[in-house]
């Protein structure tokens, strides 16, 4: 997409979005590269099944980051996925092509090498074990992430599900063989009515690492609480860059594959 003169609309989609650094991001992007007829908009819908009345009411719509909790539920309503958002099982990022009167909404996942990278970036990727809180788009990502770099995954959930453990099955033996911890929850983000995840302050000591995925606020109280047991922290800012990056290539790129 050479034009700078031609109208392009993005956004992200979500509930709620009053954290998200998305709009500002874009913006800063758009000016910096000179791209006028740009914007980006935060969509803020609480049910998945509002994105087609969205995209038929924004004609320059091409391109949608997606957020929590539709990361998962959107699938169903694309027409394709990408490889790595199919194999995850969940999607941030949706490419809208128009070809004359129809409309195409492919599915991509930039998160797990934005998880990977700013993990690698921060300590290296130098763990035998990770324990990664939640069960929704995010916490997949991580966990597809981290098997590709033969990283054996510990899941834990609040509910009882297949493949994971719940929070009181947590012994603290386990915690003390799994050096990464990573939140992938919304559990600690600006507004959301949960701030701590429930876990034992006592199992968390200085040989940890603890991952928050989210960047608002940017200590949550799950890395308050690290940086207290004197563990190693870090949250989602550079996981954010690096993934709406690779979002703005999605969108930018003039083949549908």
Do not use: C
Request: hydrophobic share 40%; no cysteine; glycine share 6%.
């Amino acid at each position: 997409m050479a034009e700078h003169n031609v109208v392009r609309e993005f956004g992200i989609i979500g509930f709620p979005l009053s954290h998200s650094r998305s709009p500002q991001y874009f913006h800063q992007k758009f000016e910096k590269e000179n791209l006028a007829w740009h914007f980006y908009h935060l969509f803020e819908i609480d049910t998945i099944f509002k994105i087609h009345p969205l995209i038929k009411s924004h004609p320059f719509l091409y391109g949608l980051n997606v957020t929590t909790p539709h990361k998962q539920t959107v699938i169903p309503h694309l027409h394709r996925l990408d490889k790595t958002a199919e194999e995850i099982g969940a999607v941030n990022a949706i490419k809208i092509v128009h070809e004359g009167e129809t409309t195409e909404l492919i599915g991509y996942n930039t998160d797990a090498d934005a998880f990977i990278e700013s993990l690698e970036e921060a300590w290296g990727l130098d763990f035998r074990k990770a324990m990664v809180f939640g069960s929704g788009g995010a916490a997949a990502a991580a966990h597809y992430a981290l098997e590709m770099q033969g990283i054996t995954v510990t899941k834990v959930s609040r509910t009882t599900q297949k493949g994971y453990i719940t929070y009181e099955e947590i012994t603290p033996s386990m915690f003390a063989e799994h050096s990464l911890l990573v939140n992938a929850t919304p559990v600690g983000m600006l507004n959301f009515p949960t701030q701590q995840l429930p876990i034992s302050p006592d199992n968390i000591t200085d040989k940890h690492h603890l991952f928050d995925m989210i960047y608002n606020p940017e200590k949550t109280p799950f890395l308050q609480l690290g940086e207290e047991k004197g563990a190693k922290i870090l949250n989602g800012n550079r996981m954010f860059e690096i993934q709406a990056e690779k979002s703005w290539k999605i969108f930018t790129h003039t083949a549908t594959e």
